[in-house]
């Protein structure tokens, strides 16, 4: 009989305390879980799901005007935003309970409370202490807003979900994944869209070329994008809106301003510097190859060690923790050839290198790249073009690098992805067989190089 109350102790009911939870308690390990807000973290109630939902959403009006090209004509749009809100939420409470079933199915022992670290090996739940031979943190992030005047007036992702009302004008500020979605989201939906980033160009880490591109395509959909500046202060109006005032002392009027500047690890107040838990300077839990931190017992995986902050791999972390305390072992989580989409309109799928990173490795490279306006558009009216890029290191025919702005570009960069984790060369795609007529078959059929180093 074990001395501990439980054998693994999970913080925080997210992609990967959810996930590493589960599966240890399948393998019979006796798990207990405590979550203080909602089950299944921020991708399933603030982020991945919801947001994907509204990108759906903001995706109608368009292709009901581009179906007038088709012989199909409506008789306008009219959206009412509390019917997507409240259908969203109804969408996510199922889930959240399908979240409590699993894992109280799987045997796990779910808490709904805020879990603090009291010792190495135990962990207070409310007023309940908790002994565990290990605790896992998966406590994810949260977002960062920077403190400028007026800050108060500022959303974020958290609440940008569940507005009271839908706002005529928006200000989003950010140059990443969720400002760029949400800019999308909310032009498409017909709200006057205003995209603020500090930089010369949003999405830095991302293809320069695809960056550019999606720059145009965004601008083309009503998105008006003002780069190189910062917001100084917001004021509120007797009337509720919100006078932004710009660093360079313009202003602008808002019924919202959105900040998407990044999430950083939710570290606060978890009693990690009472034990002792070492952290890295922006916070984050610092973990050796095993997520194990400076305390043996204590654990991370997820955006809380802030690798990469994406649901599947705080999924693939989960995974190969339990799989190396309690499976047969595990080889680590290979963070070479992550794929990831923004999904933004058009969406950008990638994978493998940017032309700038591959050319640094890889002297010898050639530069495929196909831009064209897709099948359905010649009928459509829409000017939206599609661009696909393909980088191979010609010393030994290796694909390095696949990019693509344009519809679906998520789904299809996803299979890509495969081929590239077996080690595809540009002779397998070329020996691939299209499918025809699809966007996807371009990248099997790209025959000379638009540039070669
Ligand atoms: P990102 O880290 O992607 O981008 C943050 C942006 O905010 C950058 O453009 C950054 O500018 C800017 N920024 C940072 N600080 C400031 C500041 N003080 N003032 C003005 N601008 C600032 O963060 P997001 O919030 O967009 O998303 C967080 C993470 O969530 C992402 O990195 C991603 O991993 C994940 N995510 C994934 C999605 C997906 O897979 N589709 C969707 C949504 C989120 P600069 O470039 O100059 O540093």
Redesign the pocket.
């Known amino acids: 009989m074990s001395k501990f109350d439980f054998d693994l102790f999970v913080i925080g009911a997210g992609s990967g305390g959810v996930r590493a939870a589960r599966m240890a308690a399948a393998m019979g390990v006796r798990v207990g879980i405590a979550e203080e807000r909602y089950l299944g973290g921020t991708c399933v109630n603030v982020?991945?799901v919801p947001?994907k939902l509204y990108v759906y959403a903001s995706q109608y009006a368009e292709s009901f005007s581009e179906a007038a090209g088709f012989g199909l004509t409506t008789q306008g749009t009219n959206f009412d935003w509390p019917t997507l809100r409240d259908n969203k939420t109804k969408e996510i409470s199922r889930l959240n309970e399908i979240y409590r079933n699993l894992l109280v199915n799987s045997g796990c022992t779910l808490m709904d409370g805020r879990a603090v670290i009291s010792g190495p090996q135990s962990v207070q739940v409310g007023d309940k202490t908790f002994s565990a031979e290990r605790i896992l943190v998966a406590v994810g992030?949260w977002?960062?807003v920077?403190d400028i005047p007026g800050a108060e007036h500022i959303i974020s992702?958290n609440e940008v979900f569940d507005l009271e009302t839908f706002p005529k004008r928006v200000i989003v500020?950010?140059?990443?994944?969720?400002?760029?979605?949400f800019a999308g989201i909310f032009a498409g939906l017909g709200c006057d869209t205003h995209l603020?980033?500090?930089?010369a160009l949003?999405?830095?880490?991302f293809d320069q070329e695809v960056r550019e591109f999606t720059a145009q395509e965004v601008a083309k959909k009503g998105v008006k994008l003002r780069f190189n500046t910062?917001?100084a202060s917001i004021e509120k109006h007797s009337d509720g809106r919100l006078k932004v005032v710009f660093i360079d002392g313009q202003t602008e009027l808002a019924d919202q301003v959105m900040?998407?500047?990044?999430?950083v690890p939710k570290t606060e107040g978890l009693g990690l510097e009472t034990v002792g838990v070492a952290l890295a300077n922006n916070g984050a839990i610092s973990v050796n190859e095993q997520y194990q931190t400076s305390i043996p017992s204590i654990y991370a995986v997820g955006?809380v060690i802030d690798r990469?902050?994406?649901?599947p791999v705080a999924l693939a972390e989960g995974m190969a923790l339990v799989r190396s305390l309690y499976g047969k072992g595990s080889p680590p989580v290979d963070y070479e050839l992550i794929p990831?989409?923004?999904?933004s309109q058009p969406n950008i799928g990638t994978v493998g290198l940017t032309e700038e990173d591959a050319i640094k490795r890889y002297p010898q490279l050639d530069v495929y790249r196909s831009e064209f306006r897709s099948m359905k558009h010649t009928l459509s009216g829409s000017e939206e073009r599609t661009l696909m890029k393909l980088l191979v290191d010609r010393s030994n025919d290796k694909v390095v690098g696949v990019h693509m702005v344009g519809a679906d570009a998520?789904e299809i960069i996803q299979g890509i992805a495969v081929a590239l984790k077996a080690g595809a060369t540009k002779a397998t795609f070329d020996a691939t067989i299209g499918i025809h007529p699809t966007a996807a078959e371009e990248f099997v059929t790209m025959r000379e190089p638009s540039r070669s180093y």
């Not at 603020?196 to 930089?199: A, K, L, S, Y």
């Not at 949003?202 to 880490?205: D, H, I, R």
């Not at 990469?308 to 649901?311: G, N």
């Not at 990831?340 to 999904?343: E, G, K, L, M």
């Open positions: 982020g991945c947001k992030g977002p960062f920077p992702s500020v950010g140059g990443g994944y969720i400002a760029i979605e603020v980033h500090r930089g949003f999405l830095k880490g910062e917001i900040y998407a500047t990044g999430r955006d990469v902050q994406l649901t990831t989409a923004v999904f998520g």
